[in-house]
C-alpha cells in the first residue's frame, strides 16, 4: 500500500513564476491537508480538502496561493508568482475519515532564486 | 485558537540513557493530542495519539506519553533510547469537533550519542 506521495522532491523557481505541487493521497483517503514548514520551525496549517471541496482554509494566504482536490488526480497545491518568502518545504497529509490518523507525504522543498 | 509549546528546542542525551520531551498546550477548548517524529529530508510519522480513555498512551518504537489536562501537558518518554531514534520530535493538537487541522509545536531535536 504506496504512501502518501508527492513530487516534486525538490522545485526551484525564479521569482515570478508559478509554483505546482501535488499530492496523491493513500489509496482509500478522501481527505488531505497541505501544511508549510519554514527553517527551525513547526509545520503550519495551509488547507483542509476534502474530495472536490475545500473545508478549512483559514491558513492559506489572502493571495497568490490556491488548492484543489479534483474528483480524479491528485490535489494540487498552486503559488502564483512566487516571492523568496515562499521558500519552505510543503507537506501533504492524508486520512480515510474525520478523526484518522492523519499520514504525511515527504514533503515538496521549494525554492525560489 | 490553539498553541503548543515544545520547551526544549534540543536535547542531547546518550545512547541506553532515558529521556522526555516535553509538551504543554493551550486551547479553550477539548483537543486530541499527537507525537510526530520527523527523520532527515522525510515527512512526519505519527508516533502515538490521545484521543480518550487512559492517559498513558503507548506508541511505536518504545515511546509513551501521558495526558495530564490539569497542567495542560503531554510529555513525550521512552526508557532507553538508540542511535536510530536521533530525529525531530513535533507535539501537536487538534481541536474535537473542529476541522482536524494540527497545530505544532516547532519541534525537538533529539539527538543519541553514542
Known amino acids: 500500500n504506496a504512501g502518501v506521495m508527492q513530487n516534486p522532491r525538490h522545485l526551484v523557481r525564479r521569482r515570478g513564476q508559478e509554483a505546482r505541487l501535488r499530492c496523491s493521497p493513500m489509496?482509500?483517503?478522501?481527505?488531505v491537508y497541505w501544511y508549510r514548514q519554514l527553517p527551525e520551525e513547526g509545520l503550519k496549517f495551509m488547507v483542509y480538502?476534502?474530495?472536490?471541496?475545500?473545508?478549512?482554509e483559514s491558513g492559506m494566504p489572502k493571495e497568490r496561493f490556491s488548492a484543489e482536490f479534483p474528483k480524479e488526480g491528485p490535489s494540487i497545491l498552486r503559488i502564483q508568482q512566487v516571492v523568496r518568502g515562499d521558500s519552505a518545504a510543503y507537506f501533504c497529509?492524508?486520512?480515510?475519515?474525520?478523526?484518522?490518523?492523519?499520514?504525511f507525504g515527504d514533503g515538496t522543498r521549494l525554492s525560489i532564486l | 485558537a490553539q498553541s503548543v509549546t515544545q520547551l526544549d528546542s534540543q536535547v542531547p542525551v546518550f545512547e541506553e540513557a532515558p529521556v522526555e520531551l516535553r509538551c504543554n498546550y493551550s486551547?479553550?477548548?477539548?483537543?486530541?493530542l499527537f507525537w510526530y517524529v520527523q527523520y532527515p529530508n522525510q515527512g512526519l510519522q505519527l508516533l502515538l495519539k490521545y484521543l480518550s480513555g487512559s492517559t498513558l498512551v503507548k506508541g511505536i518504537n518504545g515511546f509513551e506519553a501521558e495526558f495530564n489536562k490539569s497542567q495542560t501537558s503531554f510529555h513525550l518518554r521512552k526508557p532507553s533510547v538508540h542511535i536510530s531514534d536521533t530525529a525531530e520530535y513535533f507535539c501537536a493538537v487538534s481541536e474535537q469537533g473542529g476541522s482536524e487541522k494540527l497545530v505544532f509545536g516547532k519541534g525537538t531535536k533529539l539527538t543519541v550519542n553514542p
Open positions: 489509496k482509500g483517503h478522501s481527505h
Open positions: 497529509a492524508s486520512s480515510p475519515e474525520v478523526l484518522g490518523p492523519q499520514h
Open positions: 480538502l476534502q474530495k472536490e471541496n475545500i473545508i478549512d
Open positions: 486551547s479553550s477548548v477539548s483537543v486530541y
